[in-house]
């Protein structure tokens, strides 16, 4: 079936940078973009930006420009979010979710993965 | 970049309607009607629900419909069941080709 599947939760102390992964399956991997959104503990959620798999195009939310970046392996079927100068604002449950072949919504979610900034 | 408005919560008893407003602007939900609607219970990821404004996935009950005036975008759940409680986010594509998340509306069940 259609679905995305994330890295393991991660810990990093402030300065540092951290890498999620998103893996997808069961569908073809150059047609859907992939957004990745996070959620702070008890927080709504908030957009970061999207990339899109055929081509490797991204776009990112005005205050995280400089500081991610988001790529993608077409070999393995992964995107990456790389988010760095982490700070405890940055603790936060990461989340890749699809967007089919230009369709404007986000159909396939993963599960999340929680990244822990802490000195 | 703000983020849609919507009210902090909503409440019912099971069996009536509940509905939930998402305040944009002329920028997202009035330009545009790639406006959805994710459903997220506790500790999970969250689930689509509406697209393109009034479209149900497959597999979504169809008590739940969504609906759009200037830029308000709206989700009514009818005949509210237990299982409806959740929280809800509103989400509208931006001129900017980024998206907007709406600040989440909690549905509970009297």
């Known amino acids: 079936q259609v679905q995305v599947v994330q890295s393991g939760a991660e810990v990093k102390k402030p300065g540092a940078s951290v890498k999620v992964s998103c893996k997808a399956s069961?569908?073809?991997?150059?047609?859907?973009?992939m957004h990745w959104v996070r959620q702070a503990p008890g927080q709504g959620l908030e957009y970061m930006g999207w990339?899109?798999?055929?081509?490797?195009?991204?776009k990112f939310a005005q205050r995280f420009e400089g500081r991610v970046t988001m790529t993608r392996d077409t070999s393995i079927s992964t995107v990456y979010m790389e988010l760095s100068r982490l700070t405890s604002d940055d603790t936060a449950i990461y989340y890749c979710?699809?967007?089919?072949?230009?369709?404007?919504?986000?159909?396939?979610w993963g599960k999340g993965t929680t990244v822990t900034v802490s000195s | 970049q703000s983020a849609l408005t919507q009210p902090p919560s909503v409440s019912g008893s099971p069996g009536q309607s509940v509905t939930i407003s998402c305040t944009g602007t002329?920028?997202?939900?009035?330009?545009?009607?790639?406006v959805s609607w994710y459903q997220q219970p506790p500790g999970t990821a969250p689930k689509l629900m509406i697209y393109?404004?009034?479209n149900r996935p497959s597999g979504v009950p169809d008590r739940f419909s969504g609906s759009k005036s200037d830029n308000t975008a709206s989700l009514t759940i009818s005949g509210l069941q237990a299982e409806d409680e959740a929280e809800y986010y509103c989400?509208?594509?931006?001129?900017?080709?980024?998206?907007?998340f709406g600040t989440g509306t909690q549905v509970t069940v009297l």
């Open positions: 979710a699809g967007e089919g072949g230009g369709s404007y919504y986000m159909d396939v």
């Open positions: 069961g569908y073809t991997f150059t047609a859907y973009y």
């Open positions: 990339i899109n798999p055929n081509g490797g195009g991204t």
């Open positions: 002329s920028s997202d939900v009035g330009s545009y009607n790639h």
């Open positions: 393109e404004v009034s």
């Open positions: 989400s509208s594509y931006r001129s900017s080709g980024l998206y907007v």
